[in-house]
Structure formats: C-alpha cells, structure tokens
C-alpha cells in the first residue's frame, strides 16, 4: 500500500479489529479509512479517496490511536493537546492539556492508561477520565519517542545523548537505564516482549541495537 498526500504524513496506526487505517498529517487532520472499501492493495490517494476526514489540531499531529477496541481516537499534537475523539460524530470526548507544553509522542498500555512525553518528562494519565495520574521519568536530557513492546509489558523511552530507559508495566517502574557508546539523539525506537532488546534510530537513520 503507497500514499499520495498533500500534507506531510506525520504518524499512521491501524484499529486493533485491522479493518480501519487512521493517518494524522502535518495540518492537524486526521483521516480515517475503512480498509475493506479500499481493494488493497493499492495507491491511496488520500486527497481524493472517500473516507472520514475532520481538522481535530490547529498543528501538526505527532501521535494517534485507537481507544476502546476501535471505536474513538485519541491523538497528540504540537499544539499541547492529546484529544479522545467520537470520529463517527467527530467530537471531542476527553482533552488533556500539559501547561502549554507540547506532547512529542504518546502510547496506550491497557487497561486505559495512556504515557506521553513532553521535552523532559514521561507522565501516566488515565485516558478515560483524563486526570493525571503520575510522573514516570523526569530527565535532563530532551525525550524525543516511546517505542511499546507488542505484549505491552514494556515501553523504551529515547531521547538525546543515546539516552534509554527501559519502564516496566506492571512494576510501574523505569528497571533499565542505558546510554548508547555514539551518543545520537533517538528519534525512533522499539522493544522487544522480554524488554531485553531494543532498536534505536537517530535522526539521520542510522541505527544502533
């Protein structure tokens, strides 16, 4: 499957059913696709093809998911705000607000608890009332992504310097803290189920595990 878009593509992330596709651009859109309509595999073309389209951020959207088995989406964005959506009525059911920080990414860990990352800082929240919950990690160094592991036991958390550390779900705990001997700053990463290895990308995609 290809894209044609007029926006930048920022994040893409399938329903847990594998039956819908939602992308989140540059503009703040997000656009949400059924995949059983489309005949892939194909080119999609996502300024002409049908599908759900809605302007949810007033800047570009950094992260997005599914939330309750597929049926809303929460994304994050550069503008501060991580929003649950209703997308077959396109209303917003839950916003969180980070004190004019912006959110640099997010991930879901079940039941409804939800990690984002501002510049410095990795905070749990409770993604169905929206109240904060705790702080997990305060670091000197920037925080630039979350990478889960597929058993969502473990999440890696990157950032400046070669910076990783590794939290533990259910411990609700950081157990591992490493830093890679080139010093990149992270920009992607991933983490296996036992959470003993991880795949780090730098900005220039070069890699290191």
């Given at each position: 499957?290809?894209?044609?878009?007029?926006?930048?593509?920022?994040?893409?992330?399938?329903?847990p059913?594998g039956?819908?596709i939602?992308?989140?651009?540059s503009?703040?859109?997000?656009?949400?696709?059924?995949?059983?309509?489309?005949?892939?595999?194909?080119?999609?073309?996502?300024?002409?093809e049908?599908?759900?389209?809605?302007?949810?951020?007033?800047?570009?959207?950094?992260?997005l998911?599914?939330?309750?088995?597929?049926?809303?989406?929460?994304?994050?964005?550069?503008?501060?705000?991580?929003?649950?959506?209703?997308?077959?009525?396109?209303?917003?059911?839950?916003t969180?607000?980070?004190?004019?920080?912006?959110?640099?990414?997010?991930?879901?860990?079940?039941?409804?608890?939800l990690l984002?990352?501002?510049?410095?800082?990795?905070?749990?929240?409770n993604?169905?009332s929206g109240?904060?919950?705790?702080?997990?990690?305060?670091?000197?160094v920037?925080?630039n992504?979350?990478g889960?592991?597929?058993?969502?036991?473990?999440?890696a958390?990157?950032?400046n310097?070669?910076?990783?550390?590794?939290?533990a779900?259910?411990?609700?705990?950081v157990i591992?803290?490493?830093?890679?001997?080139?010093?990149?700053?992270?920009?992607r990463?991933a983490?296996?189920?036992?959470?003993?290895?991880?795949?780090?990308?730098?900005?220039?995609?070069?890699?290191?595990?």
């Amino acid at each position: 499957m290809a894209l044609e878009h007029l926006d930048r593509i920022q994040t893409v992330h399938f329903s847990p059913d594998g039956i819908q596709i939602a992308f989140g651009d540059s503009a703040g859109t997000i656009r949400l696709w059924s995949l059983q309509s489309l005949g892939l595999p194909k080119l999609i073309n996502l300024a002409s093809e049908s599908g759900r389209t809605w302007k949810a951020h007033s800047g570009r959207v950094y992260a997005l998911d599914f939330l309750n088995d597929g049926a809303q989406i929460v994304s994050a964005s550069a503008d501060g705000e991580v929003v649950a959506w209703d997308f077959h009525r396109e209303q917003r059911i839950l916003t969180l607000e980070n004190n004019g920080n912006r959110f640099k990414d997010m991930t879901f860990l079940r039941p409804l608890q939800l990690l984002t990352i501002d510049e410095h800082s990795v905070e749990l929240w409770n993604a169905e009332s929206g109240q904060y919950v705790q702080e997990i990690l305060r670091s000197q160094v920037e925080i630039n992504c979350l990478g889960v592991s597929p058993n969502r036991e473990f999440v890696a958390i990157g950032g400046n310097e070669g910076m990783i550390n590794i939290y533990a779900v259910h411990a609700k705990k950081v157990i591992r803290t490493l830093q890679l001997e080139n010093r990149f700053d992270i920009d992607r990463i991933a983490v296996s189920s036992d959470g003993s290895l991880v795949a780090a990308v730098d900005r220039y995609n070069s890699t290191e595990d």
